[in-house]
C-alpha cells in the first residue's frame, strides 16, 4: 500500500488563491472509496494502490486544466512500502512512539 502526498499548483490563474482547484480535487476524491485521503494544509495526502492513486492524480490534474488553466506545477511524494503494511495512522503512531 503506498502513501502519497498531492499538491497541486495552478499557474497563470491571475490570482495568488488556490482554493477553488483544491476544493475540485477534494470532489474528485469524495466521489471514489478506493483510495484513503486526508487534506491537509499544503497538499491532501491519499492512501491505497498506487495505480488508483495515480489514476486519481491525473483526473485531478485533467479538472484543473479544464478551469482554462494552462500550465499545472504537481508536487508527488511517494512512500510505497512493501517490506510491511503502511499507513497514515501507522507512520503517525511510529513518531508519537518515540516522542
Known sequence: MAVVELTV???GTGTTSASSYVAGAQKILSD???VKYLLNPMGTVMEGDIDEIFALIR????DVFDKGVGRVYSII???DRRDKQ???EQKLASVKAKL
Open 9 to 11: 499548483c495552478p499557474l
Open 32 to 34: 471514489q472509496d478506493k
Open 59 to 62: 483526473k485531478i490534474q485533467e
Open 77 to 79: 511524494k511517494v512512500d
Open 86 to 88: 503502511a499507513s497514515m
